[in-house]
C-alpha cells in the first residue's frame, strides 16, 4: 500500500509532463492550421476572379499544410519526412520567385529605349530604375516563402531533437518551449499579438487585392465625394437627425439594414476613400518601421559588440561616437538628414534608422561587457576560437533576449517617428497614401467638423504602436528571468 501510495503521484506527474511536451508540436501544427486556411482563402479570392486553375492549385496545395498539422498533432511516424520535403519544396519555391523577379528586372531594362540609348551604362540604369514599372509584390511573395520555410524547418529540427530527448528522459522540458508556453500564456502576448498579426495580414493582403497606384487626384478620387461622412452606422443617425439628406438612389431607408455601407471611413477633401488609404497608410508605416529598426540592430548591434568586446580606444571612440548622435533629439536628427538627402519614403527609413542606432549599440555594449569575462568566453578563447567566432558564436546568441525585446519596443517608436516624418511632409509624397501625411492633410478640416478624416488614421497609429508596445512587454516579461516570477 505504501509503494502504490507513492507512485500515483509519480504516474501522475509524468502524465502531466507528457501532454506538456508536446505543447511546442502543437504550436507548429497551429501554424500549419493558419498556412492552410491563408492558402484557402487565396484560391477562393482567385475564383472570384475567374482564375480557375490558380484555384484548383491552391486548393491542392492546401492539402499539404493540412496533413502536415493533422500528422503532427497525432504524432504519425512518416512526419517529419513530409514536413522537411513539403518545406524544401517551398524553398525552392521561394528562390523562383525571387529568379523570376530579377529576369522581370532585366526585361524591363533591356526594353527600356532610354538606357538602351545610354549604351546601357550603370548611371543610366540606376537613373532609370526607380521609374520602371517594377513588380516588387513577386520579390517580396519569393522572399515571404523564402524566411517561412527556412524558419519552419529550423522548428522541424527543433522538434525532432525534442522528440530524441524526450526518449531518453520522459519529463524533459526544454528551455525554448517553457518560454514558448509562458510567453502564449501572457495576455499582453496574446492582445498585442493578434494586433500586431492582423496589421501583417492587412499589410500584406491590402496591395494585392485592392491596388494602389498612387493616380492623380481626378482619376483617384470623386470629387462629388468630397468630404461625404462615413456610411453604415454614422451615416444613419447623421441621416436621423436631419444633418444629412439622402442623396442616394430609390427611396430613403427607413431602417439600418437598408442603409447602404460602402465607405464606413468617410472620404476626404479630394474625394478618396479613408478606409482604403488607412489600410494602405498602415502597409507603408509598418514596412518603414520594420526597415529602420533593421538598419538600427544590424548597425548598433555591430558596433557595441565590437566596442564592448575589444574595450580600450576602439570602445571610447565608438562610445564618443554614438553619445554626440545622443546628444540630438531623435526626431530632429531625423529631419536634419531628411533635409540633406531630400524627402522621400527611402530617405525617412535611412533616417529613422540612423537615427536608433546609438540605443541598440549601448544595450549590445553592456551585454558583450558583462559576457566577454564569462567561463565559456574564457574556455573558447582558450581553444584558439577567433575574434570573430567568438561574437559571433558566443556573446552574440546570448545577448539575444534584450535586443529582441529593445527591437520590438522600436518598432512602435519607428512608426511615431515616421508619422511625424509624414505630418512635416518629409515622408512619403503625395498622392500615395501614409499615416502622418493624412493626419498633417486633416488639419485643414479638423476644425470644420470633419473628424473622420482625421479620426482614423489618429486610431490606426495608436492600435499599431499599442500592438507592438504590449508584444515587447511580453517578450521582457518571457525573457528576463527578474521579470518572470519562476
Given at each position: ?399 539575444l533576449a534584450p535586443l529582441i525585446v529593445q527591437a520590438t519596443l522600436g518598432l512602435g517608436s519607428a512608426v511615431i517617428q515616421a508619422a511625424a516624418l509624414g505630418f512635416l511632409g518629409l515622408g512619403q509624397q503625395p498622392p500615395f ?44 516579461d518571457t525573457l528576463d528571468p527578474k521579470l518572470r516570477g519562476t
Open positions: 500500500m505504501v509503494q502504490v501510495a507513492a507512485s500515483a503521484p509519480g504516474v501522475a506527474d509524468l502524465t502531466s509532463a507528457r501532454l506538456a511536451s508536446s505543447y511546442t508540436a502543437r504550436v507548429y501544427a497551429a501554424v500549419m492550421i493558419v498556412l492552410t486556411l491563408f492558402i484557402v482563402l487565396a484560391g477562393f479570392y482567385q475564383s472570384v476572379r475567374g482564375i480557375y486553375i490558380d484555384t484548383l492549385a491552391a486548393w491542392g496545395i492546401a492539402v499539404f499544410p493540412a496533413v502536415l498539422a493533422w500528422g503532427i498533432w497525432t504524432n504519425k511516424p512518416w512526419r517529419y519526412r513530409l514536413s522537411a520535403a513539403v518545406h524544401l519544396a517551398g524553398v525552392l519555391l521561394g528562390i523562383y520567385q525571387i529568379v523570376r523577379w530579377i529576369a522581370h528586372v532585366v526585361a524591363l531594362i533591356l526594353a527600356d529605349p532610354t538606357i538602351a540609348e545610354a549604351g546601357g551604362t550603370w548611371d543610366a540604369i540606376r537613373a532609370k530604375l526607380p521609374s520602371l514599372p517594377v513588380d516588387t509584390l513577386l520579390l517580396a511573395d519569393g522572399i515571404l516563402l523564402l524566411l517561412i520555410n527556412v524558419g519552419l524547418l529550423f522548428a522541424l529540427r527543433y522538434l525532432r531533437q525534442e522528440e530524441a530527448e524526450r526518449c531518453i528522459d520522459p519529463t524533459y522540458h526544454s528551455g525554448t518551449e517553457l518560454l514558448l508556453r509562458r510567453f502564449l500564456t501572457n495576455n499582453s502576448a496574446r492582445v498585442g499579438g493578434s494586433v500586431v498579426v492582423l496589421l501583417l495580414l492587412i499589410t500584406y493582403l491590402m496591395p494585392r487585392v485592392s491596388p494602389y497606384y498612387g493616380r492623380i487626384v481626378l482619376q483617384d478620387g470623386d470629387l462629388s465625394s468630397r468630404l461625404r461622412p462615413p456610411d453604415c452606422l454614422i451615416g444613419w443617425l447623421r441621416l436621423q437627425q436631419g444633418v444629412d439628406r439622402w442623396q442616394g438612389e430609390g427611396p430613403q431607408p427607413t431602417s439600418l439594414s437598408e442603409f447602404p455601407c460602402e465607405h464606413p471611413f468617410g472620404f476626404d477633401k479630394n474625394g478618396r476613400d479613408v478606409m482604403r488609404r488607412v489600410l494602405h497608410g498602415i502597409s507603408v508605416s509598418l514596412g518603414i518601421s520594420i526597415i529602420a529598426v533593421g538598419i538600427s540592430v544590424l548597425a548598433g548591434v555591430s558596433i557595441g559588440l565590437t566596442a564592448g568586446y575589444l574595450g580600450g580606444w576602439v570602445d571610447s571612440l565608438l562610445m564618443r561616437l554614438m553619445d554626440i548622435m545622443l546628444a540630438f533629439p531623435a526626431l530632429l536628427l531625423a529631419i536634419a538628414i531628411v533635409a540633406m538627402r531630400g524627402p522621400g519614403l527611402e530617405n525617412a527609413m535611412i533616417a529613422i534608422g540612423i537615427t536608433g542606432v546609438p540605443a541598440y549599440a549601448r544595450l549590445a555594449r553592456s551585454m558583450s561587457i558583462a559576457l566577454r569575462e564569462q567561463e565559456f568566453v574564457t574556455a573558447a578563447r582558450g581553444l584558439g576560437a577567433t575574434e570573430r567566432r567568438i561574437l559571433s558564436q558566443h556573446i552574440l546568441p546570448n545577448s497614401p501614409e499615416l502622418g501625411k493624412m493626419l498633417a492633410e486633416s488639419r485643414e478640416v479638423m476644425t470644420s467638423g470633419q473628424w473622420w478624416v482625421m479620426l482614423f488614421p489618429g486610431i490606426a497609429v495608436m492600435m499599431i504602436v499599442l500592438g507592438f508596445n504590449l508584444l515587447g512587454d511580453a517578450l521582457r
